[in-house]
Structure formats: C-alpha cells, structure tokens
Nanobody, 117 residues
Framework: QVQLVESGGGLVQPGGSLRLSCAAS????????MNWYRQAPGKEREFVAA????????NYADSVKGRFTISRDNAKNTVYLQMNSLKPEDTAVYYC??????????WGQGTQVTVSS
C-alpha cells in the first residue's frame, strides 16, 4: 500500500526556517513527481511546490517562490520542503501528494506549521 508520512512541522518565529520531510513507501517513488500543498484554518487547500520524478524540474506557488525549496532524495524515498523567511501567513497544515499511474492520488496525513512570535 502507498503511504506518505509528513514530519518536521512545529512552531517557528517569523523569519525563521523549517524543513519538512515526506517519507514515501509502497510504490516506485523515483518514478513519480511529488507535490506539497497546505491548508490554513478556514481556507481552501492550496498548491505550494512540485518536483519532477528526477528532481530536475520544480515549480512553486508565487506566494512561496524565493523562500521555499523543494527537493527529493530518491535513495531515501523522501521529498523535502525547506522553508525560509517564514511568515505568519505560512501557518497551515502541510501535505505531500503524489499521483501514481496517472490516475491515483495519494496524500499524507499532514504536518502542522505555525509561524508566530
């Protein structure tokens, strides 16, 4: 079975940094792209970042471009989201997602990120 497990969330001050991890299992991790989404209380889930299967191509939401970096380590079946210069607006539950076989979506359980003084 496909499993995605996020970790690394927590409380951080504005301007600080945090690194999220998403550990994948149950499928050929290196064959598929990975995505990060986030959802703040009372708001819709939004796209944050994506990375191709090889790591050669990345894409970011305008709101995080220049501050967040997505990467992956296929040997560890893990995708990362390095978050720098964090703002209170970044407070949300962060989820990783993959699409297997072009039709099946799999989501992690999410990890809470809170940016506050």
């Amino acid at each position: 079975q496909v499993q995605l497990v996020e970790s690394g969330g927590g409380l951080v001050q504005p301007g600080g940094s945090l690194r999220l991890s998403c550990a994948a299992s149950g499928y050929m991790f290196s064959s598929y792209g990975m995505n990060w989404y986030r959802q703040a209380p009372g708001k819709e889930r939004e796209f944050v970042a994506a990375i191709s299967w090889s790591g050669g191509r990345t894409n970011y939401a305008d709101s995080v471009k220049g501050r967040f970096t997505i990467s992956r380590d296929n040997a560890k079946n893990t995708v990362y989201l390095q978050m720098n210069s964090l703002k209170p607006e970044d407070t949300a539950v962060y989820y990783c997602k993959t699409v297997v076989g072009g039709v099946r979506e799999y989501w992690g359980q999410g990890t809470q990120v809170t940016v506050s003084s």
